[in-house]
């Protein structure tokens, strides 16, 4: 009787064998060919949720897949681990976070471990180690020599009653609230540390050298946001004072009837009228209280106030009103727009709304001289424009897009040239005059760094009475965090009050009125480096270090970098993913790497929900652990059924029934295998039998092999079912056939078909036969002629309606499949005897017969 398959034992045995072993430690070997794969490390919350699951098993699949294919494979793990949820533990618990965050990486790594996955846990990198975030102050110095770090103003949330600045998702409910506390948040300006990332816009725009979904090319695209268009310069009626605006649309300034100014724009406390002020000003204090995203909002209702003053048009001398309104921010353009209502939705709405002129300056094709019943944003001719009246204006489209059926459907001149589209043509003509020039704009804007907490990586800069901020000295990183704080139920950092912290000798003048800054760095800037710091995460850990060192290990750097394959999710577009491509070209300008992408290829999961089809979450009751079922069922039915159940890019609801399918197969697959040694007698193998079984072994190969290619996790467990049941049907109509060698090769085929998937079944399978270890073995190849079908079912047609269906041979010559497609029941009914027109054969598919 076979051996019943015991996955608790199993997998616990092999887990301590392979790290026993250093199986999976990566280790330099230039005659293999290397393959670095990542997927995203998790934040140190204190339990493995599914989610992590479900992004690291598959993930793992490839990454054992393409060690069996003969790559020496790095796949390295660690814990992104400052954060606000240790600072909120340390308040509400009386944890420290440190004491907090370690203990919650000792329970998932454990957790990880039971996963099965090939971590190389030597490259284990926590970045809340000053040995890991002595590194990341060494980058923000780097980046501060360079020129890309710097201290202004900005906006924060901030509790005036807690009298702290609060995390966004500390800010609760549309009204906007504290959560600790309830009082309603304030917009306060604190000066804070920004890296320059904007000067690497147009370099984030090229995606040539990245092998990324096209969704997230378009998410950062979208981001960062480049227009194209002219800068205008307004001037106000009193004072004089100068408003420059962008605008994509030069050609339409002859409509502009009013201006509007963002309500922070520094002008509008000076030319905000007496009579206006006090209206101003509320609606200032109202406006600063929402977020950008409601501001911009397409479904808001669109308000503002008039100031009391004007500004001249220059193209036309007219005098326009200045308004405020919250859908102007400072945060893009210049913080002031000219609006020209018969142009732009918003502005038109704004215009009808308070009563402003809606003038005409491009007319669609057929306009029949009335006023506009809503904005027109498409190419037309300009009208009531001065010197431009009659050009042709292509709107959105640049000249090179510019075609005759474009031309066609506009109304529009099918040639047209930069000195005959209006907006190239009023571009030119605004240089000539002084009052306007070419530009570019960019929505993205530089990374606010700063976070007003005690768990992050100290920013390394002092302020001294005498020398101003300076840095500090490669030499005496890292400034570690203190331990000894106290922590305020109001959420204010305690680095704000730990006198031993904050007060400091200047390096540069010895002062001892000197101050450390206080603020720590955004958790994304510990992510933006890690896959380096996966080289050696010890990395001159006793040395002290200098402006000239290389951040990360060069040796195994030159080997191992750039990351070949990063995988996680597509919520992370327009942040990490983003933040680690500036990061590496800022590298790249530093002369620390050759190259300046940080990931060659990415690939995005989707997420798992709860039973009830919504997020996972411990609130909703619907949090599956993993760690139950693991128990339960085993870590390789939990990786299945996560790969089986859904596809990988999509993910969805969790089926507690489902497993339970995975968990037939593994045995069914243990039953196959094990059992074979006490079959004796039956029926022999025919030579048809063991081509068939050949034809499966093969067509299973290429068909897993192609699905993890593509990362169709759940059609290679599928490929797996069915080369399973297809052995099993092979076994019971001839049992003798487990004494022919081409059986074993089968068996041995599915064993190794198994191991990327299921690691410790396919292990303990292997370990019966072979000597250990699968993992070690080959991937095997596929021979096309014998993964070839013999015979193949081709639909018989009628005028393109199936009719019927034959099987023939897979080589059947043309005109014979004509026949016997002619020959069948359903040809001869459906063509009622009529005398076929054409017949149309498509080789392995279908023949149709094309009739009157």
Request: glycine share 8%; with cysteine.
């Amino acid at each position: 009787m076979a051996e019943k398959y015991n996955p608790q034992v199993i997998e616990k045995k092999w887990q301590q064998k392979w790290e026993a072993d250093g199986l999976n430690r990566a280790v330099i070997d230039h005659n293999r060919e290397k393959y670095y794969a990542m997927t995203m490390y998790p934040y140190p919350s204190g339990d493995l949720h599914m989610g992590h699951w479900y992004a690291m098993a598959p993930s793992d699949v490839r990454a054992r897949w393409m060690r069996m294919k003969g790559y020496n494979v790095l796949f390295p793990m660690g814990f992104d681990s400052f954060g606000l949820p240790a600072e909120n533990a340390a308040i509400k618990r009386g944890i420290h976070p440190k004491q907090w965050t370690y203990a919650n990486i000792k329970r998932m790594r454990g957790q990880l471990r039971s996963m099965g996955a090939m971590f190389d846990w030597e490259r284990e990198a926590i970045t809340s180690d000053p040995s890991y975030y002595k590194w990341t102050q060494w980058f923000f110095l780097k980046l501060y020599d360079m020129g890309l770090a710097y201290k202004t103003m900005a906006p924060v949330d901030f509790c005036p009653t807690c009298n702290t600045t609060l995390a966004r998702e500390q800010v609760w409910g549309e009204d906007r609230h504290c959560e600790r506390c309830g009082t309603p948040v304030i917009k306060k300006d604190l000066n804070q540390w920004f890296f320059k990332i904007t000067n690497y816009a147009d370099e984030l725009l090229d995606f040539s050298h990245l092998n990324w979904p096209e969704r997230v090319h378009a998410m950062q695209k979208n981001w960062i946001g480049r227009s194209e268009g002219a800068e205008v310069v307004f001037k106000t009626e009193q004072g004089g004072y100068e408003i420059p605006i962008f605008t994509t649309r030069p050609d339409t300034l002859w409509g502009a009837t009013f201006m509007v100014l963002a309500p922070e724009h520094p002008l509008v406390a000076t030319l905000t009228s007496d009579e206006q002020r006090a209206t101003v000003e509320a609606y200032v204090t109202q406006t600063t209280r929402q977020t950008e995203i409601d501001r911009l909002a397409t479904d808001k209702e669109k308000t503002g106030v008039f100031i009391g003053a004007y500004a001249i048009n220059p193209v036309n001398n007219e005098r326009i009103p200045i308004w405020i309104a919250d859908y102007v921010l400072m945060t893009y353009g210049t913080g002031a727009i000219m609006a020209v209502p018969c142009g732009d939705e918003r502005d038109f709405e704004f215009a009808q709304k308070y009563d402003l002129p809606i003038p005409v300056v491009v007319a669609p094709k057929g306009w029949d001289g009335q006023p506009f019943k809503e904005a027109y944003i498409e190419p037309g001719t300009m009208v009531n424009s001065g010197p431009f009246t009659g050009f042709a204006t292509i709107g959105k489209y640049s000249l090179d897009e510019w075609t005759p059926e474009l031309a066609e459907q506009y109304g529009l001149p099918a040639h047209l040239t930069p000195e005959t589209e209006g907006r190239v043509a009023v571009t030119r003509w605004l240089e000539a005059q002084g009052i306007g020039k070419f530009a570019v704009t960019y929505r993205l804007r530089d990374w606010l760094i700063s976070r007003q907490r005690y768990w992050g990586a100290p920013i390394p800069m002092i302020t001294c009475p005498v020398c101003g901020i300076v840095p500090v000295p490669y030499q005496d990183l890292p400034v570690e965090l203190p331990e000894d704080v106290q922590f305020m139920p109001t959420g204010e950092s305690p680095l704000k009050f730990h006198e031993g912290f904050r007060h400091v000798k200047c390096p540069q003048c010895g002062s001892e009125d000197a101050e450390r800054e206080t603020d720590t760095m955004d958790t994304f800037m510990c992510s933006s480096w890690y896959q380096y710091a996966y080289m050696d995460p010890h990395w001159k850990d006793s040395q002290p270090l200098s402006p000239n060192d290389m951040p990360f290990n060069p040796v195994e750097g030159d080997y191992w970098l750039p990351v070949d394959q990063y995988t996680g999710g597509i919520e992370h577009a327009t942040m990490h993913l983003l933040y680690t491509r500036f990061f590496t070209k800022a590298m790249h300008d530093m002369g620390l790497v050759p190259f300046d992408e940080p990931m060659n290829a990415l690939f995005n999961q989707g997420i798992i929900l709860g039973e009830d089809r919504e997020k996972m979450s411990k609130s909703r009751g619907n949090v599956v652990a993993p760690d139950d079922l693991v128990q339960a069922y085993g870590a390789d039915t939990v990786r299945g059924y996560l790969m089986f159940g859904f596809r990988w890019d999509q993910g969805g609801p969790w089926d507690s029934k489902g497993i339970l399918g995975v968990q037939r197969f593994l045995e069914r697959v243990w039953e196959l295998v094990t059992g074979d040694a006490g079959r004796r007698g039956g029926e022999q193998a025919s030579e048809a039998q063991l081509r068939d079984l050949r034809r499966k072994q093969h067509q299973a190969i290429r068909r897993v092999t192609q699905d993890i290619e593509n990362f169709s996790f759940n059609t290679m467990v599928a490929g797996l079912m069915e080369y399973t049941n297809a052995l099993n049907a092979i076994r019971a109509a001839a049992p003798e056939v487990v004494r022919h060698p081409d059986w074993a090769e089968a068996i041995d085929t599915l064993i190794l078909l198994m191991a990327p998937g299921f690691p410790h079944i396919a292990e303990e399978m292997w370990g019966k036969r072979h000597n250990y270890s699968v993992h070690r073995q080959s991937w095997p190849d596929w021979d096309e002629e014998l993964a070839k079908e013999d015979m193949v079912e081709i639909a018989v047609q009628i005028n393109g309606k199936v009719r019927d269906k034959i099987e023939v041979p897979t080589d059947i010559e043309e005109a014979e499949a004509k026949a016997k497609a002619l020959a069948t029941d359903g040809a001869q009914r459906y063509s009622e005897g009529k005398t076929p027109l054409k017949v149309i054969y498509v080789p392995g598919r279908l023949v149709n017969i094309v009739v009157k």
